[in-house]
């Protein structure tokens, strides 16, 4: 008996590390940046930004491909600091956000990159259409604490996707040839996160 609790207390020992190194994320919404640049008119950048979203990330120190992501953004936050393009993003040609108003990350694989760096595979559901992309990951950064107490860490990530593959395919061609909006698009991540209290 005193072999099967001393067996028990060891396999206890040796899972509590594992169970320290997992923790939970809140994205703080008001210390990232969720961004985006697609080409305009074929000779420059047009970027922007959805000003609402919210995500959590469980984090495994101990092994960082064990960690999950999930995002959700608000589609009619979207803000490229004009007024009028941003309601034509709104409305059904692009975003349709009457219809689609949000738009998600769920991650399914994490995988080590390099130094500090990471491939995080996951599911983007866009304009009702769902398609795998892999985000380009910095990060995260070492645990900090804040002035409050509140333990923070940080990571970049970035991605392309072309905008046709969900569906939103409006466009309108030029005269010299090309088109006013282009295909690509790419997204940048700027995260911050607020480790969860324990309880």
């Known amino acids: 008996m005193k072999r099967i609790f001393a067996s028990i207390a060891a396999v206890i020992a040796l899972a509590l590390p594992l169970v320290a190194s997992a923790s939970t994320?809140?994205?703080d919404p008001d210390h990232s940046n969720?961004?985006?640049?697609?080409?305009?008119l074929m000779v420059s950048n047009v970027r922007g930004a959805?000003?609402?979203?919210?995500g959590v990330v469980d984090l495994n120190d101990?092994?960082?491909t064990k960690?999950?992501?999930?995002v959700s953004i608000d589609t009619n936050s979207i803000n490229t600091s004009v007024q009028k393009r941003d309601e034509h993003l709104r409305s059904a040609d692009f975003f349709d956000v009457a219809k689609y108003p949000t738009m998600t990350f769920v991650s399914k694989k994490v995988s080590k990159a390099g130094k500090d760096r990471l491939k995080v595979t996951g599911d983007l559901t866009l304009h009702g259409v769902t398609r795998q992309v892999v985000l380009d990951v910095e990060g995260p950064s070492q645990e900090s604490k804040d002035p409050w107490g509140n333990f923070r860490?940080?990571?970049s990530a970035s991605t392309k996707i072309n905008r046709k593959d969900?569906?939103?395919?409006?466009?309108k061609a030029l005269e010299t040839g090309g088109v006013v909006v282009g295909d690509e698009v790419i997204i940048t991540l700027e995260i911050e996160m607020v480790k969860a209290q324990a309880k």
Not at 34 to 40: A, D, Q, R, Y
Not at 67 to 70: A, C, G, M, Q, Y
């Open 166 to 171: 969900f569906g939103l395919v409006w466009n």
């Open 50 to 54: 959805f000003e609402k979203h919210t």
């Open 34 to 40: 969720i961004g985006f640049k697609v080409k305009h």
């Open 67 to 70: 960690s999950k992501v999930e």
């Open 153 to 155: 860490r940080g990571a």
């Open 25 to 27: 994320w809140s994205i």
């Open 62 to 64: 101990q092994d960082i």
